[in-house]
């Protein structure tokens, strides 16, 4: 049986998992794209509603309901077990980053984030 057929269970799996899912990854670019540019425009309500609300409703869908066996084949899910918790928290340190960045309008900084973020991606899937 391979492991498409037999899909990650655990919730801690299904957590790593979901986060190379082409749902979550391109609600996480969309969203984020779009948060920084209602920050820069200093629209901070609406920016932290984009920023959170719809990549926690997916996040919580895909735990819940998402299909990962096709994704544990891959070549990112086969370099998963690197995404650490502190890689996590550096990714979300990115993010903080680019969001001060754009509420001061800061280029500079918002690509220094950037960086932090795909630095991260690329250590774990090296």
């Not at 920050?39 to 309500?45: A, D, F, P, S, V």
């Not at 690197?82 to 903080?96: D, K, V, W």
């Given at each position: 049986m391979t492991n498409a057929e037999r899909p990650p269970?655990?919730?801690?799996?299904?957590?790593?998992?979901?986060?190379?899912?082409?749902?979550?990854?391109?609600?996480?670019?969309?969203?984020?794209v779009i948060a920084l540019?209602?920050?820069?425009?200093?629209?901070?309500?609406?920016?932290?509603?984009?920023?959170f609300v719809p990549p926690?409703?997916?996040s919580t869908l895909l735990v819940a309901r998402g299909r990962f066996g096709h994704l544990v084949d891959?070549?990112?899910?086969?370099?998963m077990h690197?995404?650490?918790?502190?890689?996590?928290?550096?990714?979300?340190?990115?993010?903080?980053i680019t969001s001060i960045a754009a509420w001061r309008a800061e280029p500079t900084l918002l690509v220094?984030?950037?960086a932090l973020i795909a630095g991260?991606?690329?250590w774990v899937l090296r």
């Open positions: 269970s655990s919730i801690r799996a299904r957590v790593l998992y979901h986060q190379i899912h082409p749902v979550k990854l391109a609600t996480d670019v969309v969203t984020g540019r209602m920050l820069w425009q200093h629209r901070l309500t609406l920016a932290l509603i984009v920023m926690i409703v997916v891959t070549y990112a899910g086969q370099r690197r995404m650490t918790n502190l890689a996590m928290a550096m990714r979300l340190f990115g993010m903080l220094v984030g950037a991260v991606w690329a």
